[in-house]
């Protein structure tokens, strides 16, 4: 339940625009979105303040209000944070996992094969998304935990297609279970290097290009899974270009 009308569509526009619905470069407009959540200008004012301070949206005097695209650089940088956070994630799991939500973590892996196996990337993508929150369940660092979800709706707008993400289901299990193993048998280093590793790896092509070229990872509403270069979105103008 929400606490207040700013609340509710903070909420909401973050939403959007983790999902896509709200695409990276996108004009955001206060007229617009207080008729379409049904609210006065102010709520909507103080909900992109706070996402302003968050780095979902950037507000540009004179200029506008606009959905933030990440660089192929800058998408690199949180891919090299979320990189060591999911590390330390794995190492904190081997300290304080017991038996029962070893049971648990069992069973989710075990859940996520079949998708693979049959190329279900619907099915593969909630067990990915359940894999992962089973670790920071166990984890049990909240703060750990929030800075990491943070990261993930900054990188989540910039996916793969569905025929490109299918062809990694295998593999991509195949690396949880290296994990799981290195976890259960309390192998701190190769379960904090294999979390490490799943993760850059996913931001690999971002990593690669980033130094070579200034665009934007490209857009793609349909799929999460690895950022890839292809084409530059809208830019939103400059600080220099709006004083």
Not at 149 to 166: E, G, M
């Amino acid at each position: 339940m929400f606490i207040s009308a700013t609340d509710r569509v903070r909420s909401e526009i973050e939403a959007r625009i983790v999902n896509g619905t709200m695409p990276p470069g996108a004009s955001l407009d206060e007229s617009q979105l207080s008729e379409l959540f049904s609210v006065s200008r102010t709520p909507v004012r103080e909900a992109l303040l706070q996402l302003a301070t968050l780095g979902f949206v950037r507000i540009i005097p004179r200029s506008g209000i606009f959905v933030v695209p990440l660089s192929a650089r800058e998408l690199a940088s949180l891919f090299e944070v979320l990189a060591q956070m999911e590390s330390l994630a794995a190492k904190l799991v081997i300290h304080r996992i017991n038996e029962e939500q070893i049971n648990m973590l069992r069973k989710v892996h075990a859940g996520g094969k079949a998708a693979a196996q049959s190329g279900d990337v619907e099915a593969f993508i909630e067990y990915n998304k359940a894999f992962h929150e089973a670790l920071y369940y166990v984890c049990s660092n909240s703060f750990l935990v929030e800075q990491i979800l943070h990261v993930r709706k900054r990188i989540n707008p910039y996916r793969t297609r569905k025929a490109d993400y299918a062809k990694h289901l295998l593999e991509a299990w195949s690396e949880h279970d290296e994990l799981l193993d290195a976890i259960l048998s309390k192998d701190e280093a190769t379960a904090m290097s294999l979390a490490s590793r799943h993760v850059l790896k996913s931001g690999n092509d971002v990593a690669e290009l980033g130094g070579a070229m200034g665009g934007h990872a490209v857009f793609d509403t349909e799929y999460s899974g690895m950022p890839r270069m292809s084409i530059e979105l809208p830019r939103v103008p400059s600080r220099r270009h709006a004083a």
